[in-house]
């Protein structure tokens, strides 16, 4: 798979550490939930979008997929058209209202990502049987980190993948990603990605 990245991230202008972390998910995906059809050009684009493939303000990913300095988004405290989304788990440590921060390469926030993170370093039988008998919650010990490019691509696979269901179908592709940020515009805008890495591809 490492050549099959290194081959493809020049042409699409892509970082093959990244490609390698989209195609590795692509490929989990497809063993563990094979009726999803999830293509790797999807993740791209949701990664392109979201930080531009973890490059985000100089951002760079280290050869075991950490991201950094770590990438985050705006406090989601209800201004500028934002909503406003408490982090529980930061709040509590703090003693403080705390408000939610998207966070790495695939910008989650604090509870979509305990919700779906999973680490996907972890050897495949035990990641397969995390997948296939702890929907959507794995074990804590394997919940990963939304900052590790591979971790972050697998989760966003696995979050698609729950809310499309057949992500082949135009309805199914369109209900993943409107899910994963409920906006016509970002459901253009990640289409328009996908399909541009697509079309490069033939």
Known sequence: MLNWAQARG???GIPPRALLAYGYATVVMAKTSPGCHLGWTTLAA????????GRHRGAKTAADGQVSPPIRGVALDGTNGNARI??????ARAGHTVFAQAAG????IPDTWKRWGVH???????LSAALK???PVVPETISGSPDNIDDAALAAGRYLCASGGDLATAAGWR????AYNHSD?????????ASGYSKSAR
């Open 120 to 126: 996907a370093g972890v050897d495949y039988p035990t």
């Open 175 to 178: 209900r993943a990603v409107f």
């Open 86 to 91: 408490l982090d529980p788990g930061a709040t």
């Open 10 to 12: 020049k042409k699409y």
């Open 46 to 53: 949701i990664a392109r979008v979201e930080s531009d493939h």
């Open 105 to 108: 390469p695939f910008q989650f």
């Open 185 to 193: 515009a970002y459901v253009r805008q990640i289409h328009a990605a």
């Open 133 to 135: 008998k702890a929907k």
